[in-house]
């Protein structure tokens, strides 16, 4: 299978006051089109790096970070947010979600900023009902997140990740916050987005239980991958 | 158009969180209200004062005083003076078929005003029988005018709006004399209504003033009828008199009013406005750190660090426009047709109406917004440069 995401070489150092910190040196990861990866590691081994190297939203030092051909390590920040825009659906540990907005509001959020923004208003409704219903919650679309139990707010924000249709979903702790069985209906949810729909899947999780719903585990340790596990 | 749709919905979901930080936004608006209020109150009451002298003058009508003096006070004008000034060109006639031309004097006399109860002056002008013709503005509401020769008043509307013991037929004691209220009369907007009038001879008589008046007021045929006749008075040495129109004399005492806006009330608006500035900009910055999780993730999904900033600018302008409307609308409530009186020209008191009208309101709003603008920049910049990191 081709890569569709690789990393070559990374580096990437922190500067606290006079001390540098060295998070990855030289780290190299290939994840091809349709994986479902889940990461994991100890607090400080550099996943949280890993996953804003992954989405765009901070620099490396050094090396290649290219998606799907596309090469993002020389990107300016307005170059980072438009490829974000383009490509990456997010999906947060504390869901997120704009509290003075409906759920279906929430969810049309991306259709903001793409392609997509030039679709007629009822193509953009229809896709938000859409998103809305792949995570079953077309009943609650009406509802401002505070109406909504935690593991509804998190299917409200992984509508709102893949709504405007990205190329892969990054996931910090999507169920670091919910009870055993929320967080195995969302995980449910993930693994149908990616078997279903072929979505690419990053998912960054200190549950083992929750990485066995990914198709393969990469540990981290100190800023190198000491595992892969299937 | 992807820039302006995700600019539109941060600044939506901004203005829709205001209730959440609600009564620091209420403190904003009510500070900046208060500026708005103050400034417009004082602009207001410049303004009531000067349209009241701008509205007094005519362009028709010449006012001559002698030479040098600045108010009618100072002023003293001799019987052959006036002889001559009735002989110029261009004035009109009257019903009689003389010449429109009013010698008047004027002096100070003390009455009590209402609002305070205190003494204050009040000008007595002795008018003679074309007094009212040189005064287009001017009407009787009330009663008759003075009889020639008799110790009859009638009052200015304004005064006795603002001065106790004025009301028809009542007596009043100035000095060693009595006089009688006999009619009212009304020139909206204008200096007259804060003056008490009666006939010139008994006037001259009972104060000693001998036959000399202070000033003398034509009506010429027309505005166009103004270069002659001031070149006819220029021509002869007997007449060494300052010559005007009456529009002009009074246009340079409004003049004077706007240096009172111009050095009190504008800086007095400023400062107030740097104690607003220090609150709005309280507020759009604990906006934007009780937001910050929210723009980060906004700034995360793609959106523009420019969104992030209209998002908080606006929110500060909307925040300040809510403070304009209402010091706007309390100063026009309060303050927008409240009647006043202080000190004129005459060193006498002038009464006038407080005018609260659109150009200043449109001055107050654009202080507001300015206040709002300054208030949200340095917040909104703050919020254009999270870092999309702090989401995750």
Excluded at chain 2, 217 to 242: F, G, H, N, V
Excluded at chain 2, 355 to 360: A, I
Aim: aromatic fraction near 6%.
């Amino acid at each position: 299978m081709s890569d569709f995401i690789k990393l070559t070489n990374v580096t990437k150092t922190y500067t606290r006051g006079k001390e540098s910190i060295s998070i990855f040196d030289k780290l190299t990861l290939s994840i091809p089109k349709g994986d479902f990866v889940a990461i994991m590691g100890p607090s400080g081994s550099g996943k949280t790096t890993l996953l804003n190297l992954l989405g765009g939203t901070d620099r490396c030092d050094s090396g290649e970070i290219v998606f799907d051909g596309e090469h993002i390590e020389g990107y300016s920040e307005g170059q980072l947010a438009a490829w974000r825009a383009r490509n990456v659906g997010f999906i947060f540990q504390f869901y997120n979600l704009m509290p003075v907005l409906t759920a279906a509001q929430n969810v049309e959020l991306p259709l903001m900023l793409t392609s997509l923004t030039s679709l007629p208003s009822q193509k953009r409704k229809d896709n938000v009902a859409t998103a809305l219903k792949i995570v079953d919650l077309s009943d609650r679309a009406g509802h401002k997140p505070k109406e909504l139990s935690g593991g509804q707010q998190q299917r409200v924000a992984i509508a709102r990740a893949i709504v405007s249709d990205p190329k892969f979903l990054l996931c910090d702790e999507p169920t670091g916050d919910l009870d055993r069985a929320t967080a195995n209906d969302i995980l449910k949810t993930l693994q149908q987005l990616n078997r279903e729909l072929g979505k690419t899947i990053i998912m960054v999780t200190h549950d083992p239980e929750a990485a066995r719903f990914a198709t393969r585990t990469l540990h981290l340790d100190k800023g190198q991958f000491v595992e892969v596990t299937s | 158009m992807s820039l302006m749709n995700q600019t539109g919905s941060v600044i939506m979901m901004n203005v829709r969180s205001i209730p959440q930080r609600l009564w620091m936004s209420v403190a904003t608006v009510v500070s900046i209200a208060l500026v708005v209020a103050v400034l417009l109150g004082f602009l207001a009451l410049a303004n009531g004062f000067s349209q009241t002298l701008k509205g007094s003058g005519s362009p028709n009508v010449v006012i001559v005083l002698r030479d040098g003096s600045g108010a009618e006070l100072n002023s003293v004008i001799g019987r052959d003076q006036i002889d001559l000034l009735a002989a110029g060109p261009g004035i009109k006639l009257g019903a009689d078929g003389k010449p429109l031309i009013s010698a008047e004097l004027m002096l100070v006399v003390d009455g009590i005003k209402k609002s305070s109860g205190t003494k204050a002056n009040m000008p007595l002008r002795g008018i003679g029988p074309n007094g009212l013709a040189v005064r287009s503005q001017v009407r009787l509401r009330e009663g008759r005018m003075f009889a020639p020769g008799s110790n009859e008043i009638v009052v200015g509307a304004g005064l006795l709006r603002e001065f106790a013991g004025f009301e028809m037929g009542k007596t009043i004691r100035f000095g060693a004399q009595t006089w009688r209220v006999v009619g009212v009369f009304e020139a909206p907007g204008t200096v007259f209504e804060s003056e008490l009038w009666a006939d010139a001879p008994v006037v001259q008589s009972l104060f000693n003033r001998g036959t000399s008046f202070q000033t003398a007021r034509i009506a010429l045929t027309s505005p166009e009828a103004m270069p002659a006749y001031l070149a006819y008075i220029k021509s002869d040495p007997r007449l060494q008199l300052k010559v005007q129109s009456e529009q002009a004399y009074f246009a340079a005492q409004a003049e004077r009013s706007g240096l009172l806006i111009k050095y009190v009330g504008w800086p007095l608006g400023l400062i107030m406005s740097v104690g607003a500035l220090a609150g709005a900009l309280n507020t759009m910055y604990a906006s934007v750190a009780s937001r910050a999780s929210e723009i980060a993730t906004l700034r995360v999904i793609g959106f523009s660090g420019f969104s992030a900033f209209m998002g908080t600018m606006c929110e500060a302008l909307v925040l300040s426009a809510l403070g304009a409307l209402l010091g706007t609308a309390a100063c026009s409530l309060l303050f927008n047709g409240l009647s006043a009186s202080t000190l004129g020209a005459g060193f006498t008191q002038v009464a006038f109406r407080l005018q609260v009208g659109p150009e200043l309101v449109g001055q107050a709003m654009v202080l507001a917004l300015v206040i709002g603008f300054v208030g949200g920049v340095f917040p909104g910049l703050r919020a254009a440069r999270q870092r999309p990191l702090l989401a995750l």
